[in-house]
């Protein structure tokens, strides 16, 4: 059981817009930063966004990221067949002597 | 360009332990924290600990204190992860990955990571 929750899967076709939750509580979500990472098949993860809502240099401007509060989403506009992955999103987390945790992971499906 | 590149795929026995290698390259080594993260077969990742280069201080998820250990060489700017009394719910891919930050200092993010290693264990 993941301590940030997650879809377990999420689809669209070509050109929608897609969009990922991830709700975790006070400790994690709602008092530091949220990351999200994209894991192609068989790949490493990879950095899609930081400190919220800023893309790395790469990422394209179709994704985005916004936090409230307890929760975060990530979207996907303009989806296209090669974003189906696995997005997982992190945050610090104060209990437990503080780790990083991570939601369980959302399979994206292009159909 | 920055890149991690981890050692080989390991098979151990139930109640071995493995040392899991994380060479880095393109950047200044001890300038970075080193995290290692896993995760299992059809599973999410799970972080267990990070290191700080410079100083060799570690800090580890309460899961796997006692059981893992991070070091390193910086002479060969290579990091180190070492987890004992396997079982077969170790069996996962382990990755090491870079603490980056930028000036602001404002969070700190796992950029890159390394391409991973997959330890199975079984007897």
């Known amino acids: 059981q993941s301590v940030l929750t997650q879809p377990p899967s999420a689809s669209g076709t070509p050109g929608q817009r897609v969009t990922i939750s991830c709700s975790g509580s006070s400790s994690n979500i709602g008092s530091h930063y949220v990351y999200w990472y994209q894991q192609l098949p068989g790949t490493a993860p990879k950095l899609l966004i930081y400190?919220?809502?800023q893309r790395p240099s790469g990422v394209p401007d179709r994704f985005s990221g916004s936090k409230s509060g307890t929760s975060a989403s990530l979207a996907i506009s303009g989806l296209r067949s090669e974003d189906e992955a696995d997005y997982y999103c992190a945050a610090w987390d104060d209990s437990l002597s503080g780790s990083w945790v991570f939601g369980g992971g959302t399979k994206l499906t292009v159909l | 360009q920055v890149q991690l590149v981890q050692s080989g795929a390991e098979v151990k026995k139930p109640g071995a332990s493995v040392k899991v290698s994380c060479k880095a390259s393109g950047y200044t080594f001890s300038s970075y924290d080193i995290n290692w993260v896993r995760q299992a077969p059809g599973q999410g990742l799970e972080w267990m600990g990070w290191?700080?280069?410079?100083?060799?201080?570690?800090g580890f998820a309460q899961k796997f204190q006692g059981r893992v250990t991070i070091t390193r060489n910086t002479s060969t700017s290579t990091a180190y992860m070492e987890l004992s009394s396997l079982t077969s719910e170790d069996t996962a891919v382990y990755y090491c990955?870079?603490?980056?930050?930028?000036?602001?200092?404002?969070?700190?993010?796992?950029?890159?990571w390394g391409q991973g290693t997959l330890v199975t264990v079984s007897s």
């Open positions: 290191m700080i280069p410079n100083s060799g201080n570690t």
């Open positions: 400190r919220n809502y």
């Open positions: 990955a870079r603490m980056n930050y930028d000036s602001s200092a404002a969070g700190n993010w796992f950029d890159p």
